[in-house]
T-cell receptor, first 114, second 113 residues
Framework: GEDVEQSLFLSVREGDSSVINCTYT??????LYWYKQEPGAGLQLLTY?????DMKQDQRLTVLLNKKDKHLSLRIADTQTGDSAIYFC??????????????FGKGTHLIIQP | DAGITQSPRHKVTETGTPVTLRCHQT?????MYWYRQDPGHGLRLIHY???????DKGEVSDGYSVSRSKTEDFLLTLESATSSQTSVYFC????????????FGQGTRLTVV
């Protein structure tokens, strides 16, 4: 099974807050990431958080990290139609040679209702 | 946007033929990666490189080989394409000595018929 788990779908009304949740399993992960993928496009890095932080805020985005429970969340305030996309949670792990690979969840489809 | 270019962007090929995908970067980043994206699996690491001529296997490396003869180019080769290799392939770059961000290319959609 996947090491990083996410719900596959989230539906919210325009203007509400969206909260996308993620759980991971590797307690040694140093960084956790949120990527956004719009249809037919590549992955856009939204934000990341270092494992010794509890929260990081960047404009409409708030990331919360509960290291004890290995739980990561992304809150998008005032959700807009342009936020409609797939959101991937990823954790950073050493893969060898000094390189760090990312292990991804399956992605959460954020659907915005008018 | 980070300077990453993947080519081709789309390709249809027949089973058993060799295919090479190219990733080109202009950022001089040390690390480069190839991922594949499939429905129900998210992104999975195929191979990665930690320098010129330095490569290693990722999670799903069977049926793939890579080469990195210069810093800016990372090639992914399917020696004999199979239908199970139909996927969207993403290249990523990072330079973890200086930053913790990884940047992705736009992807290559490969269909093996």
């Amino acid at each position: 099974g996947e090491d990083v788990e996410q719900s596959l779908f989230l539906s919210v009304r325009e203007g509400d807050s969206s909260v996308i949740n993620c759980t991971y399993t590797d307690s040694s992960s140093t960084y956790l990431y949120w990527y956004k993928q719009e249809p037919g496009a590549g992955l856009q890095l939204l934000t990341y958080i270092f494992s010794n932080m509890d929260m990081k805020q960047d404009q409409r985005l708030t990331v919360l990290l509960n290291k004890k429970d290995k739980h990561l969340s992304l809150r998008i305030a005032d959700t807009q139609t342009g936020d409609s996309a797939i959101y991937f949670c990823a954790e950073k792990r050493a893969v060898g040679g000094g390189a760090d690979g990312l292990t991804f969840g399956k992605g959460t489809h954020l659907i915005i209702q008018p | 946007d980070a300077g990453i270019t993947q080519s081709p962007r789309h390709k249809v090929t027949e089973t058993g033929t060799p295919v090479t995908l190219r990733c080109h970067q202009t950022e001089n980043h040390r690390y480069m990666y190839w991922y594949r994206q499939d429905p129900g699996h998210g992104l999975r690491l195929i191979h990665y490189s930690y320098g010129v001529k330095d490569t290693d296997k990722g999670e799903v490396s069977d049926g793939y080989s890579v080469s990195r003869s210069k810093t800016e180019d990372f090639l992914l080769t399917l020696e004999s394409a199979t239908s199970s290799q139909t996927s969207v392939y993403f290249c990523a770059i990072s330079d973890t000595d200086r930053t913790n961000e990884a940047f992705f290319g736009q992807g290559t959609r490969l269909t093996v018929v």
